[in-house]
């Protein structure tokens, strides 16, 4: 069965550094990867996704994820941090055998400091 | 377009009581999944309707937890009787294809908090 492991359940950056949320599968088959974002009493929003049609992701709001199969990883970046990106982040797997269900880590906390 | 609706978006009730959620996808979408995301854990699927169909209802507590999407359209969950171990946000989300669409995109609701007392 496929999962995700998410490093660190709490990160803080200063306003304006790099952001790196650090995400590894588990997997015997090239999987489907995604990063969610919940905001404080919202449901996840869809940042971006791996479907093997390119390695290095971009998604919305200057996130992007590489997936490195040689180290089963798909960590999130983001070059400058925000206030706005304060929030959890879901890191998700899916296999890619018919009808998988989508399994999450249990997220990190990011706390942007000013 | 309209996102996934829930209601309601808090409960308190005690234990051995029952509740029900419900939960209006977006417009179109055939597949509808509930999720149980427990504090400080990632959402788990309990359960997954395609159209009016159960696919996958694997980690659905079947003595305790019920759901149901009668029309195809919108959705119920139910518990009874509520644990203590029950409270947790309840997400909805849809999708607009198949059961196996791959790649396909999850849109989720704003959840319902539960709190077993």
């Known amino acids: 069965a496929q999962s995700v492991t998410q490093l660190g359940s709490h990160v803080s950056v200063s306003e304006g550094a790099l952001v790196l949320l650090r995400c590894n599968y588990s997997?015997?088959?090239?999987?489907?990867l995604f990063w969610y974002v919940q905001y404080p009493n919202q449901g996840l929003q869809l940042l971006l996704k791996?479907?093997?049609?390119?390695?290095l992701v971009k998604g919305i709001n200057g996130f992007e994820a590489e997936f490195k199969k040689s180290e089963t990883s798909f960590h999130l970046t983001k070059p400058s941090a925000h206030m706005s990106d304060a929030a959890e982040y879901f890191c998700?797997?899916?296999?890619?055998?018919?009808?998988?269900?989508?399994?999450f880590g249990t997220g990190t906390r990011l706390t942007i400091i000013p | 377009e309209a996102g996934v609706a829930q209601s309601p978006r808090y409960k308190i009730i005690e234990k051995r009581q029952s509740v029900a959620f419900w939960c209006n996808p977006i417009?179109?979408?055939?597949?509808l999944y509930w999720y149980q995301q427990i504090l400080g854990q990632g959402p788990k699927l309990l359960i997954q309707?395609?159209?009016?169909?159960?696919?996958?209802d694997s980690q659905l507590p079947k003595d305790r937890f019920s759901a149901e999407r009668l029309k195809g359209v919108d959705s119920t969950l139910k518990i009874q009787p509520a644990k203590l171990e029950d409270s947790a946000v309840y997400l909805c989300?849809?999708?607009?294809?198949?059961?196996?669409?791959?790649?396909?995109?999850?849109?989720f609701g704003p959840g319902t908090r539960l709190l077993v007392l």
């Open positions: 989300a849809s999708s607009s294809g198949t059961s196996g669409g791959l790649q396909e995109t999850q849109y």
């Open positions: 997997s015997s088959v090239p999987p489907y």
């Open positions: 791996y479907t093997s049609a390119a390695t």
């Open positions: 998700a797997v899916k296999g890619n055998f018919g009808n998988e269900k989508l399994t």
């Open positions: 417009s179109g979408h055939a597949t």
């Open positions: 309707f395609q159209n009016n169909g159960v696919v996958d």
